[in-house]
């Protein structure tokens, strides 16, 4: 999520609200003696050998088209990762549109307002003067695209092992998260008056299932039955050991429903899209003021729930997101999961995973062991919040032959970073005395996920982003930056971190085991001053041949906008390629791509935070289109592979 939206008079403060730490536990390791397990200074003297590589290249714009203009040069260059990288001077020339690497080319897709399939509704353009109705909205893509996942069309397949041209790459279903949309942006005011505009709000929030597909590399939208947009209202269903709590349950007696605040994702390896609940407490408020701070339980604090949340006001007209309605006491329980959605059939509900936990939940990357176990790597992105994983108890294709969920039965546990490059993983378990003393039962402490992980003593790490497993099973863990950190220790090493880092993990027992080795990957600091510099790593994915695809997250340096960049994980030290740049005030974030490899989609999340003064893309600039959250599709002019 943003890390400037403190900009909008809307959501007061809600840079502080999302990311202010809300843990309290004191559990700080010792500082300890640097050992970063990586040299600054080698990483500063690669990063000068390659920045002699600039190209003067013209820079990419495109608006409906294929920015296919520019004359293709030469034969695909060999190896993992040889694209000439867009250079800062060509990437600063227009920050109205994105750049991208002259090698490749891009192509908007489903901004905000597309309809969800042809002709079902109005395209909503950006046109301030009017604005979609809920009803509307409900059937076009929504706002804020992050997370994402591309499932080809016919083939049950497991996103993590299979690539190639026997599967489709040509139409599928994408999977797409609309993590959030400022009121000012969506409205046009500052807060909604009716409970009409909440819903508009709502649903812009959410999730997209529709269908893709493409003749000749032009992508659009396709139809489908199972094509959906999945709101705060969608019935939804909670399994797991939490699922039958009396904490889920409101005097009401409301169904659940809903996700919100869908930040990144995961693909599952039997198929299935998982969408992460993310900074869920914004949205709640208590209608009686801000005397209902002083009643705040324990539990709550700890999520960061207050009487104003970030000051979207659904709560004056949907009492499901007021605290202070004891109807639904147990509304706020609800969210901060993780979601499973079935790509290819719109007659499942999302169903809610509770043995995953529950925290502010960024992204999910699972790996598989031999013996078909899995193991999913999740970040809690606050401030001073920690790393987890799942492990499943059977093997993912036995547990689903046996009809249960591999995400229904497994052990949770949460990361012990010690200073000595090693780690541990705690189980978070009923079992533990430490536990049973403050929890009555698994269902109660796996809705305090936080609260359990305090008590254990897991390490406080520089808000924990997204996670993806490398080609050697090493994970990858982006670490964005914590302006709070006033101690550092040997897994968070700066103090304050401002521009943020990437650990790389490595399980034992073929990533079923208790303990890990650790290594910081880079030092996102490391390279200022460089032709290779970025800060602020947030979105993650690595592909099968060693690749390390990273989308950028806050205020870059030296004039540069939110960046997509590409590494060698193979290379000896980390070398930063910059593939694309944003707009204004944007964030680039989700990845996704074809099991051929030859097209990519990133998002362009926020442009301008919404100010048609800043840029109005996708619309070519006039500086009153109102612009739009997108997808862009990336190709190699070339056609060959994404990041190569
Ligand atoms: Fe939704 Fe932590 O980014
Ligand atoms: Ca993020
Ligand atoms: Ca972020």
């Not at 901004?111 to 079902?120: A, D």
């Not at 009409?196 to 709502?202: K, L, N, S």
């Not at 996700?259 to 709640?284: A, H, I």
Request: one cysteine or more; aromatic letters at 10%.
């Amino acid at each position: 999520m943003i890390n400037n939206k403190n900009t909008d008079l809307n959501v007061t403060n809600s840079d502080d609200k999302e990311n202010i730490p809300s843990n309290t536990s004191g559990n700080r390791p010792f500082a300890d003696v640097l050992k970063t397990n990586i040299s600054r200074r080698s990483v500063l003297q690669g990063s000068l050998a390659t920045a002699a590589t600039t190209f003067l290249a013209p820079q990419a714009m495109a608006f409906d088209i294929l920015n296919e203009e520019q004359p293709s040069e030469g034969e695909a260059p060999e190896g993992l990762c040889n694209f000439a990288p867009l250079s800062i001077e060509d990437a600063t020339q227009d920050n109205t549109v994105p750049s991208i690497a002259w090698e490749y080319k891009y192509q908007v897709l489903i901004p905000w307002g597309t309809p969800l399939e042809p002709g079902i509704v109005e395209e909503y353009t950006g046109d301030p003067t009017i604005r979609p109705t809920s009803k509307e909205a409900s059937q076009q893509i929504g706002i804020g695209h992050d997370g994402m996942w591309f499932f080809p069309e016919d083939s049950k397949y497991s996103p993590y092992k299979e690539y190639g041209y026997e599967l489709n790459s040509k139409r599928g279903m994408l999977c797409i998260n609309h993590e959030f949309g400022r009121t000012s942006h969506v409205l046009g005011k500052s807060a909604p008056e009716s409970l009409e505009d909440v819903r508009v709000m709502q649903n812009v929030h959410g999730v997209s299932v529709v269908a893709i597909e493409t003749d000749d590399g032009w992508w659009d939208v396709a139809k489908s039955s199972n094509s959906r947009r999945i709101t705060v209202n969608t019935p939804v269903e909670f399994s797991g050991p939490a699922a039958g709590s009396a904490l889920l349950q409101n005097p009401n007696g409301n169904i659940p429903l809903g996700t919100v605040n869908n930040c990144g994702s995961g693909p599952t390896p039997w198929g299935t899209y998982l969408t992460c609940e993310e900074n869920f407490n914004g949205y709640f408020g208590a209608t009686e003021g801000e005397g209902f701070n002083d009643r705040l339980t324990e539990e709550q604090a700890r999520y960061g729930f207050d009487y104003d949340g970030f000051g979207y006001g659904w709560e004056f007209f949907d009492k499901r997101f007021d605290l202070s309605d004891p109807e639904y006491i147990n509304e706020s329980n609800r969210f901060g999961w993780i979601v499973e959605i079935d790509p290819f059939d719109a007659s499942k509900k999302p169903v809610k995973r509770t043995a995953l936990g529950r925290v502010k939940h960024e992204a999910i990357a699972i790996a598989e062991s031999a013996n078909g176990q899995i193991a999913a790597y999740m970040g809690d992105d606050q401030r001073f919040d920690y790393c987890y994983k799942y492990v499943s108890d059977l093997p993912w294709q036995q547990a689903i032959d046996e009809g249960k969920s591999p995400l229904d039965e497994g052990k949770l546990f949460v990361a012990r970073f010690n200073d000595d490059g090693t780690g541990e993983w705690m189980e978070l378990t009923i079992e533990d005395p430490l536990l049973a003393d403050r929890f009555a039962d698994q269902a109660e402490l796996l809705i305090n996920t936080r609260i359990a992980a305090d008590i254990l003593g897991a390490t406080p790490m520089d808000r924990p982003e997204w996670t993806t497993i490398g080609k050697n099973g090493e994970v990858y863990w982006t670490l964005t930056n914590n302006s709070r950190r006033t101690t550092p220790n040997a897994a968070n090493p700066e103090a304050p971190n401002s521009d943020g880092h990437i650990i790389r993990t490595t399980d034992s027992g073929d990533f079923l085991g208790n303990t890990f080795t650790w290594e910081i990957y880079l030092i996102a600091s490391s390279f200022r001053g460089t032709e290779e510099t970025f800060t602020d790593p947030d979105a993650a994915w690595a592909d099968p041949f060693g690749r390390l695809f990273i989308g950028t997250d806050g205020g870059q340096p030296d004039g540069l906008q939110d960046q997509l960049i590409v590494f060698d994980t193979t290379a000896e030290k980390p070398v930063p390629k910059r593939l694309l740049t944003g707009v204004n005030s944007d964030e680039i974030t989700g990845f996704t791509i074809t099991p051929d490899q030859r097209t990519a989609f990133i998002n362009i999340q926020h442009p301008g935070n919404g100010d048609p003064s800043s840029t109005n893309f996708p619309a070519k600039p006039d500086g009153i289109t109102i612009p739009r959250d997108c997808t862009l599709v990336i190709q190699r002019k070339d056609g060959g592979i994404i990041g190569s």
